[in-house]
């Protein structure tokens, strides 16, 4: 039974960065309803977003509010070396979550379910990964699920997401859906290499970040208002290094 | 967390980086208990608590990091959080150290000349449990979430295991030993009982802090 579409998980400004490490998300604020499609490029922040979502680890600063019970997860790479069959591990699974997978067929599963999962091939083991998560009523977080699917298998999970609560990493546009995120359109970065007027430039429209390092700085900017801060850095006097996305 | 662990219980079996440790034990406590006399009943618990520390610690590090990164994210997620699946597995690992206490016990029941009381018997029972414990939680302080590479956790958790034994009586480890090797049951076991306890839960605490960093 599919669960009806709810605004259930509601991220208030999160940010995340890994120890001392750069910040992975930025200030970003998104409300789960329905299907929700994160689009984005490699390194964009993706994964650590759909993390988040599902509890595996927290915001360094913001909230998430309203995370559900049941919640079904797909990670990037499901783990090719499970020493279980895949009958085993779903039946643990669903004695976990007190429910029990029952899409594998939909999803056009094909190998031996008493065999390792090991020596399953790419696309059936993503089947199983993608069966234990569709048994929670609540919320799917998936990310890259339609990696090693064929056609058909693909096509059934489009069917079986439709009216879910799912937040799904999909860059390569197999979901439709009122929500994308983009990621990848997150910031532009300028670096700069000599520094003058850095307060007047964190005061602009689109600046995200201003951070001094050593004698230059580095400045994250909206794409849409990444020229004209340019600009303005130029005209305050700032040395650009570089400009990339 | 019934469910976790007996998943946990299986994916450990199926690694088969269990034996490693069982057989160590099995093949120490053969030496210690079936050739000729291991001395008094309470000595000779001694000897083997000494033994089940550290293979505790092992046997704790190897159901910590059976499942890898992955698919631990999917049981979280699917346990509703870090804590049911870590309190499964200090769970199992406590179940663990039970059934290891036990062969420890009845063996010399059978093997040892000397006569066993039944409270020397539930001394040394309880003993075996302390000391395995202890280990589980040296083993669970240091495995992942806590440190996320296996050399890292065997390097450290091998340091502290070698680093108790010097410092003899100023553990609870050592007091249990010493209060074994001196034929003595007093309260000191059960104060050893609830520092092993209280670390087995830091230690869950403390990987459910390191996981969601």
Sequence with gaps: ?245 | MIATTRYLAMDVLRGQRFLAPVLVYCGVLGMLFLHGDAGPALQAYAGSCALIYPVAAWLAVVIATSEDPARREITVVTAGGWRPVLSAVALLSVLTVIALSLLATLMPLVTNPHPYSVGSVLAGFAGHVVCGTLGASVGLLFARPVLRTIGRTVLVVFAVIVLTYPLGKRTPFGWVLDMLGTETVNVTLLWSGMIAAVMIVGAVALGLRAARR
């Design chain 1, 1 to 245: 039974m599919a669960a009806a579409i709810l605004d259930l998980v509601e991220l208030v400004e999160v940010g995340k960065r890994y120890g001392r490490g750069p910040w992975v998300l930025r200030d970003l604020s998104l409300s789960v309803s329905g299907l929700v499609v994160l689009t984005g490029g490699n390194g964009s922040g993706k994964s650590t977003l759909l993390r988040i979502v599902a509890g595996i680890t927290a915001p360094t600063r913001g909230s998430v509010v309203g995370r559900p019970r049941s919640v079904g997860y797909v990670p990037e790479r499901f783990p090719s070396d499970v020493r279980m069959s895949a009958q085993s591990y779903l039946g643990h699974m669903g004695a976990i979550r007190g429910r029990k997978a029952d899409v594998l067929e939909r999803l056009g599963f094909r190998g031996d379910l008493t065999a390792p999962m090991s020596a399953l091939s790419k696309g059936n083991a993503q089947k199983v990964a993608i069966a234990q998560a569709l048994a929670a009523t609540d919320l799917l977080v998936l990310d890259e699920p339609f990696t090693g699917l064929d056609t058909t298998a693909a096509t059934a999970l489009v069917e079986l997401l439709k009216d879910r609560t799912a937040v799904v990493a999909d860059h390569e546009g197999h979901l439709p859906s009122e929500q994308v995120i983009s990621l990848s359109d997150g910031h532009v970065v300028i670096e700069l290499s000599r520094v003058s007027g850095l307060d007047e430039l964190s005061e602009l429209d689109g600046v995200r970040d201003v951070s001094e390092r050593g004698i230059g700085a580095r400045v994250l900017v909206e794409p849409a208002h990444s020229d004209r801060v340019l600009a303005e850095a130029l005209r305050l006097g700032c040395s650009v290094r570089s400009v990339r996305s």
